[in-house]
Each structure stands twice: as structure tokens, then as C-alpha cells.
């Protein structure tokens, strides 16, 4: 009312002593926001004695700005015949808040005498908009004149260090911070914890926040996302009971940092103590961030039905709620879920596509992976690395190198090249590496590897893997003794390839003298997978009591897959003997596993022996034991065609089992005798049965 009735006043009465009333009256309009009111008072002042007033004129300026009017600030700026740099700041600083940059470098470089807030204005303005490297030539430029620089020239241009994640101009500017009489200010403390946090510098950011003699929650704040972000994240949540104690209330972005963490440290406990504590604050109740962070905890958590519960309490939503929803749902609780989702969002994202892409893939829908990837080019959605590490992964349980291959030429399309950096892409290359592998395609895999422009420990696994799956021993050990040189320590993973490569090799001495180097020298504790890649080196060898011994000598218990390759290889060197006693071992520890019956079952039958071939045979239904059929695939004009043993499917099947029967003549004629195996046991007095061929052959006769 009082407000009312000043402005009723300036209508009716023009004839103030002073532009006093007309300053108040603006300052009302500041805060009030009103551009109505404050062009009304304008049009009054200009009726006035005050209208070329210089101060009246920079406030109308200010008020505009404030206003959200630039256009109006704009054209009186234009007008005035006299300036000052409080005019220039005024503008500059508008033009500057609402994005205007190149306008307001323009205008700063035609001030005459520009003061430290003109300075200032530009270098927060550069800041704010993402404009860092700007911010922090403007910074430079402003200590090199001589201006004082105080708590605002600081607080942006460390801003501006954080969005460029450069920890060198940082450390200059906490020099030069360190010197002022800002140094102290817990704003300045603050700012610095962040941006060391933004710079992946946990150490100087807890040096930082330690030596602070006030903390605020901001400071406290900065820590917790410094932890969450950069690990170690359960420090996180130390830090975050620290603050507790220390009798400060944390805020919205502190819950929302902590239950991050919980969602990384899959700590659901301690997520829920969180949960009640902001079910308890109203203010939090409808905060989009917390609530994404709990939706994002409770799906990482493997709490689906907990994170949609919260999901469709949230009064808004964006596409990082749909984005946790759908990668939740997509790990393992419903695949039809995270279709449904993903169909019905507001915008598909990359990062909600990658999550279904990789929940296809995990539930072994490799081929709904593709299909998705194909969309995604149609709706022009543009992938990103985790994109095509997926697709290639679908490729190496496809064994598809085909399509493989066109992955490959998107990746090189996209420009990347294999290197370190805030967003590695080294993995797309292991990717890469294990597809060709995976698929035969040795070459192309080493061509890949070769061409890297930084590897990693995983890189060097996938080759040595690769060539030692694909019966290069000897190549899979020369890469071993290369990354030994490179100075890369192998792993677990390294040591079952090289294991592997000198049992394809047939080097028995050497495997003997890696295995014995896992602990001497690198500090690995052999597992399972390394005792059984041992057995079956000894084991190809003939080396069948040294290979019984290791197994018996094991510092844990023996699985069935350790002595399965003992059980091979008895079968190999025909070991009747010891081949039943690894039998009954293996069928202690797993009684319905069908891989020792059938490999009994070979093994007698080599010998000749049919009535304990029988035996073995009458066991297994006597136990209900089922041998899975053996399957083999083709690709034939992209189209994939699945064969079983006994196959009757296939529409070409008369035509596959004609050829077969040919060659199998033919191979007879030439003096071929078949090795005996379970399934010519099983039906040996059908032996012209058209239907008995194994899969990879009716595969092979389709091909040609």
C-alpha cells in the first residue's frame, strides 16, 4: 500500500527537490522484479530535471538489467551522451548474466577506465556460461595490469579451473590465494576442495578441507562429492558421519552425494538410513535430484520394486529417473520392464540405450542388442564408446565377424583411437581385440592391438588370451615376455592364457616354470582355472601321475572342472584305470554332471570294452542323468542355421544328409575308421541311420 501510494505521488507531483524518491522507488522494482513499474517511474524521470542525470541513468540501467530487460538497458546505454565506468560495469555486467559474451567483450575493451569490478563481471561471466579458458585468460590479464584480485576474481576463476580440470593453472591460483587476505575465507576453502575434487586430486582436496579453520556445508559438501566421485567412496560416507557429529545439517546435494555413494558401495543399509532421514524433511520431499539419486540407489541395489515404488511417487520426473529405471530393470529384474520404459520415455538417451543394450547381452538376447543399435541409427541417436563395447561383445557370443567387422568401421568413423584420458576409450579396443579372437580372426585382432595408441593390462590379456584360444602358443608367449618389458604386471587372467598357450604348445618345461612364477615373482596365488590349465598341459603331455599329484596337492578343493581335464586326458593316452577313479571323483563333487559318463563311456568304448560301455549308460538313466545335445551354427547368406545331433529340421535336410552319406563312402573307400564315441555306441546297430551325423558336419554339408 505505502509502495501505492509513492507512485501516486511521483504521478501527481513532479517537483522533487532531489532524484531521491525516484532511487527508492527503483530500488522497489529491484526487488519486486516489476518491468511495468519500473518503466513507469522511467517514463516520469524522464519528465523530471533528473532525466540526464549520470546516476540516475546508471540506476535506471541496473534495474533494467535486474529486471530481465537487456533491450531496454541496451537502448539507454545508446542514448547517453556522458558515461562513466560505473555505466559500462552496469551494462556489462546484464549483458554478461544473460549470455551476451561477445557483446560485453566488445564493450570492455571500449571502457577507458576499467575498474576490478569490470574485470570481475567478465571473468564470472566467462565462468558461467562454459566459457573457462576465456575466464582464465581474462583472470591472467587482470593480474598482469595490476588490479587487485579479491574473493569474486578467485572464486571464478577457480570455478573456471574446475570446468577445465586444470590442476596446473589451480595450483598457481592457490599460490596467488594463498598470499591475499582471502586466503582464510571458507568460501575460498570451498572452492578450492572443489576444484582439486574436479581434478581428480583426492589428496590435495583433503589437504585443503583439513587445514580450513571454519567449514561450512558447502566445504562439507565438497568433500563428500570429491569421495563419491574419485573414491575411495566409502570415505564418503565417513566424511558424511563426521558432519553429523560435528552438528551441522546436511542439505539437499549432501543426501544426494551420499546415497550416490551408497548406490556405488551397494550399501543398502546404510541407503535406507538415508531414505528415512529425507522422508522425514517436507522440503526434500519433491527434490528431482534426491529422488533420482534414491531411484539410481535402490536399482543399483538390486531393490527394483523399492526404486519404482519411489518412481511413481516423484511429482516430476526427467530422463534420468526413466534412465536409473531402465537400467534397473534391465540387470536382471525384467527385460520386458526395461522395454516398456524404454519405449514409453521422453528421450531415449544413449546412456538408458546402453543399459538395455547390456541387459540383452547379459540375459543372452545378443541379436535384440544388435536390433537396438540398428534403431538407435535410425532415430540419429549418436552412441558413445560404452555403445560399441557392447555391440562388439554381442558380436563375440555371436561369433558374428561379419557384422563385427562393420562395428569396427563405425568406431574408426567416430575417430577413436584407443587412448587414456577423462573419457578412456582404451576398452572399445580390448573389445575389439576380443571379438576378432573370439571369432577366429587372429590378423585382424593383432592389426587392432598393434595399431592401439596406448594399451592397458587388459589389452595385453586379450591378445595373450586370444592367440592362445586360437592354438598360438607360441605367439601368446612372445607377447607375455613383451608386456614383462613394457613394464605392465600381469594378472590372474594373464597367467590362464599364457598357461593355456604352453599347453597348445606342447611346452611342458615352461608352463612348469610360469606356473611356479605366479608367486615367486608377481604375487599371484594360482586359483582353480590355473591348477586345471596345469593338469591339462601335464596331462596333453602324458604326464598323467605328475598331473593326479598336482591335483591332490592343491592348497583347495578340487571342482569337477580340474578333474574333467584329467578325465580328457586319461582318455587321450587310453588310462583305463585312472580314468575310472577321476570319474567317481568327479561324480562325487557333481552326480548329475554328464560330461564324465560320456567321457567314461568314450574311453571304454576306444578300448573295445561294450559291456562297460553299457554300464556306463544304464548308470546314467538309472540316475536320470541327461546328455545335452551337441548344436553347431552356420551363417549362409546372413541367415544363421542351427543344426542338432539327429536333426530333422532343417528343409534342406534330405540334400545335407545325401552329401553325407557320399562322403562317408568315399572317406571308407580311402581307408577312413571313425573314432568310436558316445553316440556311435549308443546306436551302432543302426549304423546306416541317415540321422546320426554330428552337428558341425550337417553344418559343413550346408556350405557346400
Not at 581335464?565 to 563333487?589: D, F, P, Q, T, W
Request: with cysteine; charged share 20%; net charge negative.
Amino acid at each position: 500500500m505505502r509502495r501505492n501510494g509513492i507512485l501516486r505521488q511521483v504521478v501527481g507531483d513532479l517537483s522533487f527537490s532531489n532524484s531521491t524518491p525516484f532511487a527508492k522507488l527503483l530500488d522497489w522494482c529491484t526487488q519486486s522484479k516489476s518491468l511495468r513499474d519500473c518503466q513507469s517511474i522511467h517514463a516520469r524521470i524522464i519528465k523530471s530535471p533528473f532525466a540526464s542525470e549520470l546516476f540516475m541513468q546508471n540506476r535506471l540501467i541496473d534495474v533494467y538489467a535486474k529486471c530481465a530487460c537487456i533491450d531496454d538497458a541496451r537502448k539507454l546505454f545508446d542514448k547517453m551522451s556522458q558515461k562513466n565506468t560505473f555505466t559500462y560495469n552496469s551494462i556489462i555486467n546484464a549483458l554478461t548474466k544473460s549470455g551476451f559474451l561477445d557483446e560485453a567483450s566488445e564493450l570492455f575493451l571500449s571502457i577507458p577506465e576499467p575498474d576490478q569490478c569490470s574485470w570481475n563481471s567478465m571473468i564470472s561471466g566467462f565462468a558461467q556460461h562454459g566459457q573457462f579458458e576465456e575466464a582464465v585468460e581474462c583472470f591472467v590479464k587482470m593480474h598482469e595490469e595490476d588490479f587487485v584480485l579479491n574473493e569474486y576474481s578467485f572464486g571464478s576463476v577457480l570455478s573456471a579451473c574446475s570446468g577445465l580440470e586444470e590442476m596446473g593453472m589451480g595450483l598457481q591460483v592457490h599460490g596467488l590465494l594463498s598470499k591475499s587476505p582471502y586466503f582464510e575465507d571458507v568460501y575460498m576453502g570451498s572452492a578450492l576442495v572443489d576444484m582439486y575434487s574436479k581434478c581428480g586430486n583426492v589428496e590435495y582436496a583433503r589437504r585443503v578441507f583439513d587445514e580450513m579453520g571454519e567449514r561450512n556445508v558447502v566445504t562439507w559438501n565438497s568433500l563428500i562429492t570429491c569421495y563419491e566421485q574419485n573414491g575411495p567412496t566409502n570415505e564418503a560416507l565417513e566424511i558424511f558421519v563426521r558432519m553429523m557429529d560435528s552438528g551441522l545439517e546436511p542439505d539437499e546435494v549432501t543426501l544426494a552425494s551420499v546415497v550416490s555413494a551408497c548406490a556405488t558401495l551397494t550399501a543398502i543399509r546404510e541407503g535406507m538410513q538415508i531414505h528415512a532421514r529425507v522422508v522425514r524433511i517436507d522440503e526434500y520431499s519433491d527434490d528431482l535430484i534426491l529422488g533420482n539419486a534414491l531411484v539410481d540407489m535402490y536399482a543399483k541395489c538390486g531393490r527394483i520394486n523399492e526404486a519404482r515404488w519411489i518412481f511413481d511417487k516423484m511429482p516430476v520426473r526427467n530422463v534420468v529417473s526413466e534412465t536409473s529405471m531402465v537400467s534397473g530393470y534391465a540387470k536382471g529384474a525384467s527385460l520386458k520392464a526395461a522395454e516398456s520404459l524404454f519405449v514409453k520415455m521422453m528421450d531415449r538417451n544413449i546412456v538408458a540405450s546402453n543399459a538395455l543394450m547390456a541387459g540383452y547381452i547379459e540375459n543372452g538376447e545378443n541379436e535384440e542388442a544388435i536390433n537396438l543399435f540398428c534403431s538407435l541409427k535410425r532415430d540419429s541417436v549418436w552412441p558413445s564408446h560404452y555403445t560399441f563395447a557392447n555391440l562388439l561383445n554381442a558380436c563375440s557370443n555371436l561369433a558374428d565377424l561379419k557384422f563385427g567387422r562393420q562395428v569396427h568401421t563405425h568406431v574408426l568413423k567416430h575417430g577413436f583411437r584407443f587412448q587414456a584420458g577423462p573419457e578412456s576409450n582404451i576398452f572399445v579396443g580390448n573389445a575389439l581385440i576380443d571379438m576378432y579372437m573370439k571369432c577366429g580372426s587372429v590378423e585382424e585382432g593383432w592389426w587392432v592391438f598393434k595399431n592401439m595408441l596406448e594399451r592397458d593390462y587388459v589389452s595385453w590379456n586379450a591378445i595373450i588370451v586370444g592367440y592362445a584360444q586360437n592354438g598360438y602358443g607360441v605367439e601368446a608367449i612372445e607377447n607375455f615376455r613383451k608386456m614383462l618389458e613394457s613394464g605392465q604386471e600381469p594378472d590372474h587372467i594373464t597367467m590362464i592364457g599364457v598357461l593355456c598357450a604352453c599347453s597348445h604348445a606342447g611346452l611342458v618345461e615352461e608352463g612348469r616354470q610360469y606356473f611356479q612364477s605366479m608367486i615367486k615373482q608377481h604375487g599371484l596365488v594360482p586359483l582353480k582355472d590355473h591348477y586345471a590349465c596345469m593338469v591339462d598341459l601335464l596331462g596333453r603331455a602324458g604326464c598323467l601321475d605328475e598331473a593326479k599329484m598336482l591335483i591332490e596337492t592343491m592348497p583347495v578343493q578340487p571342482d569337477n572342472a580340474v578333474w574333467a581335464s584329467l578325465l580328457a586326458a586319461c582318455r587321450v593316452h587310453h588310462n583305463i584305470e585312472m580314468g575310472k577313479y577321476v570319474a567317481e571323483r568327479i561324480l562325487e563333487i557333481d552326480p548329475t554332471n554328464s560330461g564324465p559318463y560320456v567321457l567314461l563311456s568314450n574311453l571304454y568304448a576306444e578300448l573295445g570294452k561294450w559291456r562297460d560301455v553299457t554300464g556306463v549308460r544304464k548308470l546314467m538313466r538309472q540316475r536320470g542323468v541327461i546328455k545335452q545335445p551337441g548344436c553347431s551354427w552356420v551363417e549362409v547368406q546372413s541367415q544363421i542355421h542351427v543344426f542338432m545331433v539327429k536333426d530333422r529340421r532343417h528343409f534342406q535336410r534330405k540334400e545335407i544328409y545325401m552329401l553325407l552319406q557320399g562322403l562317408t563312402k568315399q572317406m571308407k573307400l580311402a581307408g577312413y575308421v571313425p573314432a568310436c564315441d558316445d553316440m556311435e555306441v549308443e546306436e551302432q546297430a543302426d549304423s546306416q541311420s541317415t540321422f546320426r551325423y554330428p552337428p558341425e558336419t550337417q553344418a559343413v554339408a550346408l556350405v557346400r
